[in-house]
């Protein structure tokens, strides 16, 4: 399999943790210098993953003191308690509790952007109105970045995908906002968001206009968004910010391509404020609430199921579930009904980054290339099948297979791998299926996903 050039979510920080926490795992009794031990590579860990100074400093003070002071509990190892002080201490750096926003009495609730330019605040504007949504409410957004050109159209561009309508005039930006927060009020939109013009870099004006706008609109909510790549360089952001506007919560911008994860880990202990909503991708639907003991587990290798389970609930067709289920456990599926589930896993977004919700998932599968490109090649071939192929792979003989892999751009060894993996699945899901309906009346249920990593071609 080919390695996959992107990074995985805090993947390096993952890996070193891992590595720590095996290597206790074979360790007997701890005492204070076999912690000390523990604590210098979970040091050096989190150095290397870009986090402040200052918080590791205390993260691990924390922790320290927790294991020493520890009562080992009975069910479990030394290490295992290790672990567990860890987890709940990274809990407590990346947050604690999740935000809970909540809506003005006398609507709108109005929410101020703010932030670099470049960190993706404009695109934050339009997956929080999808967000507030998906929440039942009636959202308006307001362009007042008249800094950067283009800025409005592009929020008008990012509105229009997400259904909600764009208010910006050329006047001045604390008139626009202003006048945004009226026009949610006179067409009785309940949450109106009011983007920000941004600077390469924190500079006197910019704070002086986004200081203004926000004495204009007196809003309930101010996040600040920041770039998660940008490692420590997002806190002294972050700190400026806060200083001028009284920081509500964070917006972690580009989390899907922050291997190291020093921003996360390091934002809410500088500037006592929480992480509020993450950026996971390029799509407006890849954007989430942050929590914190979610994200504290996929840190330390432990997936994200709560996470995948709404992502399923959000996006994937029930009716398209039932009717695969229907069809594993009759034994009748077929490489439509393949196909039909594949693209209700392509809604979900990059499926890597499913991958890396599950827990116990191999570094070797987490790391493989199974993008785009090789769900395109799976879809080509099922594709290039006539309808009685797709539902009858017997038929597929030498021939038609030569034809299938011509008109889908790949090989004929490609074709004989997909067929020849999907039916070692299909065989299993029968199997599966008769001891479902044979089960004293009661109907187990099976899964509608298709194990597309198994599918993946050699």
């Not at 002086?208 to 790549?229: G, N």
């Not at 977004?349 to 090789?374: F, H, R, T, V, W």
């Amino acid at each position: 399999m080919a390695a996959n050039l992107a990074p995985l979510m805090f993947d390096s920080l993952t890996d070193r943790f891992e590595g720590i926490f095996n290597r206790l795992r074979g360790r007997g009794r701890l005492g204070e210098p076999e912690i000390d031990e523990v604590l210098r590579e979970i040091r050096l860990a989190l150095l290397e993953a870009d986090v402040n100074f200052r918080v590791v400093k205390d993260l691990l003070a924390r922790i320290k003191e927790r294991c020493l002071a520890a009562e080992l509990h009975k069910s479990l190892s030394p290490a295992q308690q290790v672990i567990k002080i860890v987890h709940a201490e990274l809990i407590g750096t990346l947050g604690g509790e999740t935000l809970k926003v909540t809506f003005a009495p006398k609507p709108p609730t109005v929410v101020l952007l703010a932030g670099l330019q470049g960190s993706g605040k404009t695109t934050a504007c339009a997956k929080l109105a999808r967000w507030f949504k998906q929440q039942g409410r009636n959202p308006i957004l307001v362009g007042a970045d008249l800094q950067r050109p283009a800025a409005v159209d592009q929020l008008r561009t990012l509105g229009a995908q997400v259904a909600v309508p764009v208010f910006s005039e050329p006047t001045d930006p604390v008139a626009v906002a202003r006048a945004g927060v009226e026009e949610a009020r006179d067409k009785g939109r309940d949450v109106c968001i009011v983007d920000t013009a941004g600077r390469l870099s924190v500079d006197a004006e910019m704070m002086e206009e986004v200081r203004r706008i926000s004495a204009a609109v007196q809003p309930h909510y101010t996040f600040l968004v920041l770039d998660a790549m940008t490692g420590q360089d997002a806190v002294g952001v972050a700190e400026a910010f806060h200083a001028t506007l009284e920081i509500d919560g964070v917006i972690l911008s580009k989390l899907d391509g922050d291997a190291r994860g020093g921003a996360a880990l390091s934002v809410k202990e500088v500037i006592g404020r929480p992480i509020a909503f993450a950026s996971v991708g390029e799509r407006v639907a890849d954007f989430e609430q942050f929590h914190p003991n979610r994200m504290a587990d996929r840190i330390l290798g432990m997936g994200d199921v709560l996470t995948l389970i709404e992502k399923v609930e959000q996006e994937y067709d029930r009716d398209v579930a039932a009717k695969a289920e229907t069809a594993l456990l009759e034994g009748q599926f077929t490489l439509d009904d393949f196909l039909e589930q594949m693209q209700q896993i392509r809604k979900m977004g990059p499926l890597q980054s499913i991958i890396g919700m599950m827990p116990g998932i191999p570094k070797e599968l987490k790391n493989a290339d199974i993008g785009e490109k090789e769900i395109g090649r799976i879809e080509a071939i099922i594709r290039s099948m006539t309808p009685q192929e797709r539902a009858n792979t017997e038929l597929v003989n030498g021939s038609r297979r030569a034809r299938i892999a011509n008109g889908s751009g790949t090989s004929i060894s490609e074709v004989n791998l997909l067929l020849k993996q999907f039916r070692d699945v299909a065989k299993m899901m029968k199997r599966f299926g008769g001891a479902a309906k044979g089960g004293k009346g009661k109907r187990r249920r099976m899964p509608a996903l298709p194990d597309l990593a198994e599918m993946k071609l050699e």
